[in-house]
């Protein structure tokens, strides 16, 4: 069973940066995808990012794509989403996650963690 802790988000201001550590517990298998998940007040969860956790392979939505960039440490077992150029939108929890490649679902999860970015 693995587990998923996220950390890093705080509050910013327009046009800062920030990273999100998301640290893995137990076994992760090199076939798995990693993704990033975002969640603002009164929407659904919406697609951040995914990788391979290899890292062979990377995909990111429109909205991010460009200022968000998405990493994975297997040393550290660890993934990292470094976000740029933070806009007011991008306010809300952010969650990784984690299935095996041929999965549909995004079977675990972390608990989130807050940013928000003032304006």
């Known amino acids: 069973q693995v587990r998923l802790v996220e950390s890093g988000g705080r509050t910013v201001q327009p046009g800062d940066s920030l990273r999100l550590s998301c640290v893995a517990s137990?076994?992760?298998?090199?076939?798995?995808?990693m993704g990033w998940f975002r969640q603002a007040p009164g929407k659904e969860r919406e697609f951040v990012a995914t990788m391979s956790w290899t890292g062979n392979i990377l995909n990111y939505s429109d909205f991010v794509a460009g200022r968000f960039i998405a990493s994975t440490d297997k040393r550290a077992n660890t993934m990292y989403l470094q976000m740029n150029g933070l806009k007011p939108e991008d306010t809300g929890v952010y969650y990784c996650?984690?299935?095996?490649?041929?999965?549909?679902?995004?079977?675990?999860w972390g608990q989130g963690t807050q940013v928000t970015v003032s304006s």
């Open positions: 996650a984690t299935r095996p490649r041929h999965a549909t679902d995004w079977g675990t």
């Open positions: 137990g076994r992760v298998l090199s076939s798995y995808m």
